[in-house]
């Protein structure tokens, strides 16, 4: 399975639309944010996920833990198809950080972590349906921030 | 609104691509409805989309970029 690391992130300032990352069904909440390229700052293992269609949407998103939280989810047939996964291959799935929320703890949300197929540079955020997922859950305390 | 009369096993479509089937009425109450859409529509409860959808817009309500940034290492 890939890792953050393939994903191709580039520096900030560096967006090449051509490496751009498509997501077919869009954000919930963020209308007409399809096209997205991922932004690593040498910060571990969190990439910033920025959209090229709306400029002033970015995210913050980090590889799912399994020594914490356990496997992934499935990913069923309509997701695959969305994303273009061939048989057998697998995505890559992250975590969508909110650092904003919460003074003392940035939190991630797993009830809609992202699927991303590297080689086909497609992403969907899969909503899961289970009732109590946590939305907030608490991934790391909010680190200090440079003066 | 617009307000659709259906029997169990009637359906409706939206659009071209959409086709929503009522399947039963379990105690007459709950509905179960079968859902034909292509992989780029999702769908969803709309109380968990509500979740999501404000969610998303609190994590990138802020300068995501700008917090990584300024993140110590």
């Known amino acids: 399975m890939k890792t953050l690391h393939q994903v191709s992130a580039t520096p900030s300032g560096e967006q090449n639309p051509e490496m751009a990352f498509h997501f077919p069904q869009g954000i919930a909440g963020l209308p007409g944010a399809h096209r997205f390229a991922f932004i690593y700052e040498g910060h571990g293992d969190i990439v910033c996920l920025q959209s090229l269609d709306c400029p002033e949407i970015a995210f913050l998103l980090t590889e ?4 914490r939280l356990g496997p992934p989810p499935a990913i069923g047939d309509e997701r695959r198809t969305c994303l273009g996964l061939a048989e057998g291959e697998e995505p890559l799935w992250m975590l969508v950080l909110n650092p904003f929320a919460d003074k003392q703890w940035v939190t991630a949300n797993l009830q809609a972590p992202m699927a991303i197929n590297i080689d086909g540079r497609t992403g969907v955020q899969c909503i899961r349906p289970e009732d109590d997922l946590p939305i907030r859950y608490q991934w790391m305390e909010q680190p200090k921030q440079a003066a | 609104m617009m307000v659709i009369r259906r029997k169990v096993g009637q359906s409706f ?29 999702p769908v969803h409860r709309l109380e968990i989309y509500l979740r999501i959808l404000e969610e998303n817009l609190s994590s990138s309500s802020g300068d995501a970029l700008g917090w990584l940034k300024g993140v110590t290492a």
Request: proline share 3%; hydrophobic share 40%.
């Open chain 2, 13 to 41: 479509h939206i659009g071209d691509d959409v086709r929503i089937t009522v399947l039963d009425i379990q105690q007459g109450s709950h509905v179960r409805f079968g859902i034909e859409a292509p992989a780029e529509i």
């Open chain 1, 64 to 67: 799912w833990d399994e020594e």
